[in-house]
């Protein structure tokens, strides 16, 4: 199980992420985990 | 944990801006299965236009995590021929996770780079050899073998 940092992650994969990484010229970098 | 220790989380923001989906929650379901997502932990390295560049299953400590992760990015600048970029990350898998997984393909990866950058050079092949050499018994070998290199 990993642990959700509150600062560290985003929760939305949404336009805005994929407009600030356009501007940073990054990736997004998806991490999918069940909590349980 | 993986994602806690200095060495993963400082290589995901060199290159991505990271972004974590809880898979039991009904606001994610649409997401998942734009992604065809199956199994956790399920890492993807998305390009800004939406396609997927990179992407693993399953839990690897963070030195295998941190090689992974560098070798994913590594691919995906070389899939938008970004070549000086993609260099650097191979080099850094080979140079500080020599032991890992992941180093096999960076080292394959390492001579397509140079060779897509210089259609001209030899390193597709000098990469190769170091390749036969250090991993022998490796998948990567294995996808090379196909060419013949010089002894």
Redesign the interface.
């Given at each position: 199980m990993?642990?959700?940092?509150k600062t560290?992650?985003?929760?939305?994969?949404d336009q805005a992420?994929?407009?600030?990484?356009?501007t940073?010229r990054?990736?997004?970098?998806?991490?999918?985990?069940?909590?349980? | 944990?993986?994602?806690?220790q200095d060495l993963v989380?400082e290589t995901?923001t060199a290159?991505?801006?990271?972004?974590?989906?809880?898979?039991?929650k009904s606001e994610n379901y649409h997401?998942?299965h734009t992604?065809h997502?199956i199994w956790?932990?399920?890492?993807?390295?998305?390009?800004?236009d939406?396609y997927e560049?990179y992407r693993w299953d399953g839990f690897l400590p963070p030195f295998e995590y941190a090689a992974r992760?560098q070798c994913g990015?590594g691919l995906?600048y070389l899939r938008l021929k970004r070549f000086d970029e993609a260099e650097r990350c191979y080099l850094d898998v080979l140079h500080r996770f020599s032991t890992s997984y992941a180093a096999p393909e960076a080292q394959y990866y390492l001579g397509v780079t140079r060779y897509r950058r210089d259609p001209h050079s030899d390193e597709l092949l000098n990469q190769w050899a170091n390749l036969r050499s250090r991993y022998p018994t490796s998948e990567y070998r294995v996808k090379q073998s196909f060419k013949d290199l010089p002894e």
């Open positions: 990993q642990t959700q940092s560290f992650w985003e929760h939305d994969y992420v994929l407009e600030r990484a356009k940073e990054k990736f997004v970098l998806l991490d999918v985990f069940n909590p349980g | 944990m993986t994602y806690p989380k995901i290159h991505a801006i990271p972004v974590q989906i809880d898979n039991s997401v998942l992604i997502h956790t932990p399920d890492i993807r390295i998305m390009h800004t939406g560049l992760l990015f995906a």
